[in-house]
């Protein structure tokens, strides 16, 4: 019988684990997408792309240590002519589910905003090869 948990999923960015993911914790989307062409009688060709980037959003709780790790990340590239990559890793530890990319780039430091209850901050992960399988359980 397959089992789905969002607590199964694990995220590491650089040498720590992330760690205090909201409700909606993660989503991934890929830049590069395969296309087709229709000739003017119906002839049809594939363009297949190489381009594996996309853009990791990671909400962590406004409370989650994480924050200030990936500010003090962030912090270090702005001080390095803002550069300063780090390998990313998100898999189901109870799954197959894997991505990886050796060279991820924090995009800025999240919009933030405070109320009564516990906010969110997402954090945009920008990956130029971002490598994955989504697998099952």
């Known amino acids: 019988m397959a089992r789905y948990a969002l607590e199964d999923y694990n995220i ?7 760690t205090g993911l909201a409700e909606e914790a993660f989503s991934i989307s890929f830049n590069g997408k395969n ?3 229709i000739g003017s009688k ?8 190489s381009d594996n980037s ?12 994480s924050n200030a790790y990936l500010s003090g990340l962030l912090n270090i590239a702005k001080q390095n002519n803002g550069v300063a990559s780090y ?3 998100i898999n189901d530890s109870n799954g197959t589910t894997i991505y990886s990319c050796t060279d991820a780039v924090i995009e800025s430091i999240p ?23 989504e697998g099952g359980n």
């Open 12 to 18: 590491s960015y650089g040498t720590e684990s992330i």
């Open 35 to 37: 296309t087709m062409t």
């Open 42 to 49: 119906g002839e049809g060709s594939y363009n297949i792309t």
């Open 54 to 65: 996309a853009t990791v959003t990671i909400n962590l709780l406004q409370t989650s240590s």
């Open 87 to 89: 390998p990313l890793v």
């Open 111 to 133: 919009d933030t905003s405070r109320g009564r209850e516990t906010g969110t901050n997402g954090w945009i992960i920008l990956c130029t090869n971002l490598l994955g399988v």
